[in-house]
C-alpha cells in the first residue's frame, strides 16, 4: 500500500487544525470581540481545512483527484493562517490593544502552521506515488 504515509500526514494535519479550532477560545475570545468576523471565517476555513484532508485520505485509489483535494486544502488552510497573522499584525498595529495580546494567540496560531506542513509533506508525497506509477507503467 504506497498511500500509508500520505494518509497519515493528511490525518495529522486534519487533527492539528480540529486542535486549533478545539483551543482557539483565545482567538474567540480576544480577537473575536475586535473583529467580529473572525470566529465564522476562522470556523468555515478550518472545518474546510480538515474535512478536505479528511476527504483527501479516502481518494487513495484515484491519485490524481487526491492530490487536487490536497492542494485544495493546502490553499484553504494558508487562508486560515492569512487570515490569523494579519489580524494579529492589526492587533499589534492598534496601540490600545497591542498589549492585550496573550501568548496563547501565538502558541495556537503553531497549530495550522504545523498544519500546512504535514499538507505540503502529504501533496509532495502523493506527487512521488504519481510518478512512481507512471514510471511502472512506462516499464510494462
Do not use: H
Not at 23 to 31: F, K, S, T, Y
Not at 56 to 80: E, G, T
Amino acid at each position: 500500500m504506497i498511500q500509508r504515509l500520505q494518509s497519515l500526514y493528511l490525518l495529522f494535519a486534519a487533527l492539528l487544525v480540529v486542535l486549533f479550532l478545539v483551543l482557539g477560545e483565545a482567538w474567540r475570545e480576544v480577537v473575536g470581540a475586535i473583529y467580529p468576523w473572525l470566529t465564522p471565517t476562522s470556523l468555515a476555513l478550518g472545518g474546510l481545512t480538515a474535512l478536505l484532508a479528511l476527504m483527501s485520505i479516502f481518494f487513495y485509489k484515484d491519485r490524481k483527484n487526491q492530490a487536487k483535494v490536497a492542494r485544495v486544502a493546502q490553499v484553504v488552510n494558508l487562508a486560515l493562517v492569512g487570515v490569523l497573522v494579519g489580524c494579529l499584525v492589526a492587533l499589534g498595529m492598534n496601540e490600545e490593544a497591542a498589549g492585550l495580546i496573550p501568548t496563547s494567540l501565538y502558541l495556537t496560531l503553531l497549530l495550522p502552521i504545523a498544519a500546512y506542513a504535514f499538507l505540503l509533506l502529504a501533496k509532495r508525497g502523493i506527487d512521488k506515488d504519481i510518478a512512481l506509477v507512471r514510471s511502472m507503467d512506462r516499464l510494462r
